[in-house]
């Protein structure tokens, strides 16, 4: 079994508290970190580093634990430019512009999904994101929604129904006739390729009760919640997905006291979308806010065709130190191991042993930069699973 060694690496993020400077992100100055089989097996100064069969010289750059973008939506075909540019033009955004893409995505061959979904994976890679998730939505109907969740699953793990994200336009009329197909027959197409089940409970899409309807028959399915909550308003989604223990609640633009609190003593992630209301021109989430209650914070891309179409896991760092009062270490964090509890992973999001070798060096000294210097490449090189694949 081989071993390799990364030596010399000037500051290693581990998110370990055990490792290193015993903070959160347990980091180790001038560091080393052993690979075998694919997984972390030692970490410690590079000049207590054990003997391997091969050897990578980091050159005094920092290393991190590879980004884990846990909302995206990455399974769509077509164009929402002029609905940007619209935008831009002082136009109000709305759930409505999904229905644009579930045309497109329906016309679109499971080939053309396919590509179109592996070429988003390989950008997200370049920009150091080793763990993605991506959902359906743009199918709404039980074929395409099951298609586009056989394609994902073909190309990764953590793949996610969303039947619910809004009414198809064949039930404009009967709201409640979708929410029975969704929860019933479309259900039982989808599951067999999906982890995780998601709703977009919102005003425009599903109400509380229709949620509910669908996440629990989800959850008989086997299937884990998710929940797109008070993104475009004070809602009941945030509430609901902590009643269902729901891994995450996704958005948490609009909370009460009580919606914090509850994501504070729940198990729900929060898991905040900085690129959305950049791209959308709408206010922040207060990620201070949900940090001093002891709430977990995630942070993720969710990278779409509509309302945030970035697939930068750096850019989502900077907005959230720059927008919504995180330090960089609580966005790194909220980046990494945030992103990984929001997957109820322990395997990926930190670099400690037992973990996968997954990781990222920077053109950089520390993970500072990420926030520091917004917009440039800092991302050298990616590790998957211990081998180097490219950035």
Same mark, same amino acid.
């Given at each position: 079994?081989?071993?390799?060694?990364?030596?010399?690496?000037?500051?290693?993020?581990?998110?370990?508290?055990?490792?290193?400077?015993?903070?959160?992100?347990?980091?180790?100055?001038?560091?080393?970190?052993?690979?075998?089989?694919?997984?972390?097996?030692?970490?410690?100064?590079?000049?207590?580093?054990?003997?391997?069969?091969?050897?990578?010289?980091?050159?005094?750059?920092?290393?991190?634990?590879?980004?884990?973008?846990?909302?995206?939506?990455?399974?769509?075909?077509?164009?929402?430019?002029?609905?940007?540019?619209?935008?831009?033009?002082?136009?109000?955004?709305?759930?409505?512009?999904?229905?644009?893409?579930?045309?497109?995505?329906?016309?679109?061959?499971?080939?053309?999904?396919?590509?179109?979904?592996?070429?988003?994976?390989?950008?997200?890679?370049?920009?150091?994101?080793?763990?993605?998730?991506?959902?359906?939505?743009?199918?709404?109907?039980?074929?395409?929604?099951?298609?586009?969740?056989?394609?994902?699953?073909?190309?990764?793990?953590?793949?996610?129904?969303?039947?619910?994200?809004?009414?198809?336009?064949?039930?404009?009329?009967?709201?409640?006739?979708?929410?029975?197909?969704?929860?019933?027959?479309?259900?039982?197409?989808?599951?067999?390729?999906?982890?995780?089940?998601?709703?977009?409970?919102?005003?425009?899409?599903?109400?509380?009760?229709?949620?509910?309807?669908?996440?629990?028959?989800?959850?008989?399915?086997?299937?884990?919640?998710?929940?797109?909550?008070?993104?475009?308003?004070?809602?009941?989604?945030?509430?609901?997905?902590?009643? @269902?223990?729901? &891994?995450? +609640?996704?958005?948490?633009?609009? %909370?009460?006291? =009580? *919606?914090?609190?509850? !994501?504070?003593? #729940?198990?729900?992630?929060?898991?905040?979308?900085?690129?959305?209301?950049?791209?959308?021109?709408?206010?922040?989430?207060?990620?201070?806010?949900?940090?001093?209650?002891?709430?977990?914070?995630?942070?993720?891309?969710?990278?779409?065709?509509?309302?945030?179409?970035?697939?930068?896991?750096?850019?989502?760092?900077?907005?959230?130190?720059?927008?919504?009062?995180?330090?960089?270490?609580?966005? @790194?964090?909220? &980046?990494? +191991?945030?992103?990984?509890?929001? %997957?109820?992973? =322990? *395997?990926?999001?930190? !670099?400690?042993? #037992?973990?996968?070798?997954?990781?990222?060096?920077?053109?950089?000294?520390?993970?500072?930069?990420?926030?520091?210097?917004?917009?440039?490449?800092?991302?050298?090189?990616?590790?998957?699973?211990?081998?180097?694949?490219?950035?």
């Amino acid at each position: 079994m081989t071993t390799t060694a990364l030596t010399n690496i000037a500051s290693l993020v581990t998110n370990d508290p055990a490792q290193g400077d015993g903070s959160r992100l347990g980091i180790i100055e001038d560091a080393a970190l052993v690979i075998e089989d694919g997984k972390v097996a030692w970490t410690g100064p590079t000049a207590s580093a054990p003997a391997t069969d091969e050897h990578h010289d980091a050159r005094g750059r920092a290393a991190i634990p590879g980004f884990v973008d846990s909302h995206s939506h990455l399974l769509f075909a077509g164009d929402r430019t002029q609905e940007f540019n619209a935008r831009m033009e002082g136009r109000a955004y709305t759930a409505g512009g999904i229905r644009t893409t579930v045309r497109a995505t329906r016309e679109a061959s499971d080939e053309a999904l396919a590509a179109t979904l592996a070429a988003y994976l390989r950008e997200m890679r370049a920009q150091g994101t080793t763990t993605a998730e991506t959902k359906s939505g743009y199918g709404l109907s039980v074929a395409d929604e099951a298609r586009a969740l056989r394609v994902a699953a073909g190309q990764l793990d953590e793949v996610t129904f969303l039947g619910a994200h809004v009414v198809a336009p064949e039930y404009a009329d009967d709201p409640d006739g979708y929410t029975a197909l969704v929860a019933g027959e479309m259900l039982d197409a989808c599951a067999p390729y999906a982890r995780w089940v998601d709703v977009f409970c919102e005003e425009g899409a599903f109400d509380a009760d229709q949620s509910r309807a669908i996440l629990t028959a989800g959850k008989a399915k086997g299937l884990i919640p998710k929940v797109h909550a008070n993104q475009l308003s004070y809602g009941p989604g945030v509430q609901l997905a902590v009643e @269902l223990e729901a &891994a995450s +609640a996704d958005h948490c633009t609009h %909370l009460t006291e =009580d *919606d914090v609190e509850a !994501l504070a003593q #729940g198990r729900t992630v929060a898991t905040l979308l900085p690129g959305c209301e950049f791209s959308t021109r709408s206010p922040y989430p207060d990620a201070r806010r949900l940090l001093a209650a002891g709430a977990t914070v995630a942070l993720s891309t969710d990278c779409n065709p509509g309302s945030s179409f970035t697939s930068s896991m750096p850019f989502c760092v900077a907005l959230a130190v720059r927008e919504m009062n995180m330090t960089p270490d609580e966005a @790194l964090w909220s &980046a990494t +191991a945030g992103g990984a509890r929001a %997957l109820r992973r =322990d *395997d990926i999001g930190r !670099l400690s042993p #037992g973990a996968h070798a997954d990781l990222v060096l920077l053109d950089a000294p520390s993970h500072v930069h990420l926030a520091y210097r917004p917009g440039v490449p800092l991302v050298s090189e990616v590790w998957q699973r211990g081998a180097r694949v490219g950035a």
